[in-house]
């Protein structure tokens, strides 16, 4: 079975420039996380999604950032225009989504810097 | 809201030793899901254990077990026989399992920096 996949795995961009990370889930999952995880500390929600519905984005930054689910698969974060401080790595996960605590499948992670 | 708390930023354990990693947290629910994963340098983050709040018995995965104190709200992971490749980020996290308060929402601890010296 395939993990989570996400690319890029690294990106580099100047301030002000758009970036866009792409996530697709192990299939079958049907609830996609964005995560923000900063050095040294534990991930934090962007937004949560059960099929094509976002059901969780209170901490996503909808000035700059924008995510999408288009047919409940894959994913595409997007931040418009990037700052200085939104350099950090990008986290994807996935779930079944159901009540019996399964855990999360994290993918790889893509490792922003803003230059 | 619930809060998850790792009060010990870094561990170090000589290989083949016993380690506890600490973590505690706050929440009004009774039935709810703990999760421990790992995250090596550079590589992606993996479940490393799970516990499910109405279970009175410990979970344990191989070397890897916890001590879960309903009351107490800690759940601690204890890994037995330290190898190399434990060095890793460990980060304790929260679940909610009730519906009606978006239950697929998981919290995580900051974590802790774990060292294996040879």
């Known amino acids: 079975e395939a993990g989570v996949v996400q690319s890029p795995r690294y990106k580099i961009i100047e301030k002000k420039q758009p970036v866009a990370f792409w996530c697709n889930p192990i299939s079958g999952h049907n609830t996609l996380y964005w995560y923000l995880q900063n050095l040294g500390q534990g991930p934090e929600l962007l937004i949560r999604?059960?099929?094509?519905?976002?059901?969780?984005d209170s901490q996503l930054p909808k000035d700059r950032f924008s995510a999408e689910r288009l047919k409940g698969v894959d994913s595409t974060l997007k931040i418009q225009p990037a700052e200085l401080g939104d350099s950090a790595v990008y986290l994807c996960?996935?779930?079944?989504?159901?009540?019996?605590?399964?855990?999360?499948?994290f993918g790889p992670g893509t490792r922003l810097t803003v230059l | 809201a619930q809060t998850v708390t790792q009060s010990q930023p870094e561990m170090s354990v000589q290989e083949a030793e016993t380690v506890t990693l600490s973590c505690t947290y706050d929440?009004?629910?009774?039935?709810?899901?703990l999760f421990w994963y790992k995250q090596p340098p550079s590589r992606q983050m993996i479940l490393v254990i799970r516990?499910?709040?109405?279970?009175?018995q410990n979970a344990t995965e191989n070397r890897f077990s916890v001590n879960f104190q309903k009351a107490a709200k800690s759940f601690s992971l204890k890994i037995s026989d330290s190898q190399l490749g434990d060095a890793a980020m460990y980060f304790c996290a929260y679940r909610s399992s009730a519906r009606w308060t978006s239950y697929d929402k998981v919290i995580f601890g900051p974590g802790t920096s774990l060292s294996v010296i040879p």
């Open positions: 996960a996935s779930s079944r989504g159901n009540s019996e605590g399964e855990g999360q499948f």
């Open positions: 929440t009004s629910e009774s039935d709810y899901y």
């Open positions: 999604y059960e099929n094509e519905e976002a059901v969780d």
């Open positions: 516990q499910e709040a109405y279970k009175q």
